[in-house]
């Protein structure tokens, strides 16, 4: 009886094991880039695994990173900041913070910004954590009222220019 209650928990033990070492298999992360024109105004969020943002902004920082931080909105806001930016006509575009959220493990960030003009010819930065993981892909998808579509972001390439359709 011993025997198999002992079997049953290596088992279990086991596939513990194998979960974890392939919880991270892929480093993904998604932005939703668009324009809305009753407010004239880019809307941006982001999606990413919150661990990992976790982790770059400890690693940056030296210190332990956790939602339990007392300057944990503030960190993740100026990460944002650094890594990911817009410019329209070689003049940056200032975004604007809404917030973030955490649900279920995921980190959700709002950002907005004024802005009269359609996306062709808006150069995006995105280099989340692109230099924290090598295996870090983010895929921007956007849209306004003319052009619609998806740049992807890497180690290797962490500046890209939405072009007219």
């Known amino acids: 009886m011993h025997l198999k209650a002992f079997n049953f928990l290596l088992l279990i033990v086991l596939i513990g094991q194998s979960t974890f070492s392939f919880a991270h298999t892929y480093f993904f992360g998604l932005t939703e880039l668009s324009v809305n024109p009753r407010s004239k105004t880019i809307e941006i ?96 998808n956007y849209q306004d009222t003319a052009i619609k579509g998806s740049l992807t972001f890497t180690e290797s390439l962490k500046v890209a220019t939405i072009k007219k359709q």
């Open 45 to 140: 969020i982001h999606q990413f695994t919150a661990h990992d943002i976790e982790n770059a902004i400890a690693e940056s920082t030296q210190e332990h990173f956790s939602p339990e931080h007392p300057d944990y909105e503030h960190y993740l806001k100026v990460y944002l900041q650094r890594n990911f930016t817009l410019h329209h006509n070689k003049q940056i575009i200032p975004l604007h913070w809404v917030g973030f959220e955490l649900v279920k493990g995921k980190l959700f960030f709002y950002q907005e910004a004024p802005f009269k003009k359609n996306l062709a010819g808006l150069v995006v930065k995105n280099n989340i954590l692109t230099d924290t993981y090598s295996k870090q892909t983010n895929t921007l």
